[in-house]
């Protein structure tokens, strides 16, 4: 059975617990970094079923779920209640050439918009902070719960990463 909406949210909310959300998404990139530099291209297409994602298209997912991510902060900055419109990731792996992708470059990618992302969340106007976006399959979501989100997504793809290259490393 299909994960809910709300099965969703706790899991990956459920990723960060008690920790930093911001903290996590600093130090993500870097994580990110280290892993994809270690693994052999072997490792970067191995999967266990067709269904399943390999890391190269794990790493291209972040790198556009990081594009949807930056476009979502600044739009929940910019207007309160503003509607954050929800994508397939699946039709975007498909579409977007997700197997193709050079895993480097996605990483490249994630980590300029990361950086950007968490600079401008510096730079407004405190008030901006406590603005709230309207998603369309999520609902309300402020930015303190978007950060929770980020960083609760990263984990669970870092999770995913690690897994697979220690699967790939023992078979």
């Known amino acids: 059975m299909p994960e809910t909406v709300q099965q969703y949210i706790a899991r990956i909310s459920g990723n960060v617990a008690r920790q930093d959300p911001r903290a996590i998404m600093e130090s993500t990139p870097a994580r990110l970094?280290?892993?994809?530099?270690?693994?052999t291209p072997r490792q970067l297409t191995y999967t266990t079923s067709p269904t399943r994602w390999t890391i190269t298209q794990i790493v291209a997912h972040l790198s556009d779920a990081e594009?949807?991510?930056?476009?979502r902060f600044r739009t929940v900055l910019e207007q309160n209640?503003?509607?954050?419109?929800?994508?397939?990731?699946?039709?975007?792996?498909a579409s977007?050439?997700?197997?193709?992708?050079?895993p480097m470059e996605s990483v490249a990618l994630f980590e300029a918009l990361r950086q950007?992302?968490?600079?401008?969340?510096?730079?407004?106007?405190p008030?901006?902070?406590?603005?709230?976006?309207?998603?369309?399959?999520?609902?309300?979501?402020?930015?303190?719960?978007?950060?929770?989100m980020y960083a609760g997504h990263d984990i669970n793809h870092l999770?995913?990463?690690?897994?697979?290259?220690?699967?790939?490393?023992?078979?």
């Open 33 to 39: 970094r280290s892993l994809i530099s270690k693994a």
């Open 116 to 125: 950007s992302t968490l600079r401008t969340l510096d730079a407004v106007e």
């Open 96 to 102: 977007f050439g997700y197997t193709e992708r050079p």
């Open 81 to 93: 209640n503003v509607t954050l419109q929800a994508y397939d990731q699946a039709v975007w792996a």
């Open 67 to 71: 594009i949807a991510g930056a476009w």
């Open 127 to 148: 008030s901006r902070l406590q603005h709230v976006g309207m998603h369309t399959e999520r609902g309300p979501e402020s930015i303190d719960q978007l950060m929770i």
């Open 159 to 171: 999770k995913q990463i690690e897994a697979l290259l220690k699967e790939s490393a023992a078979g």
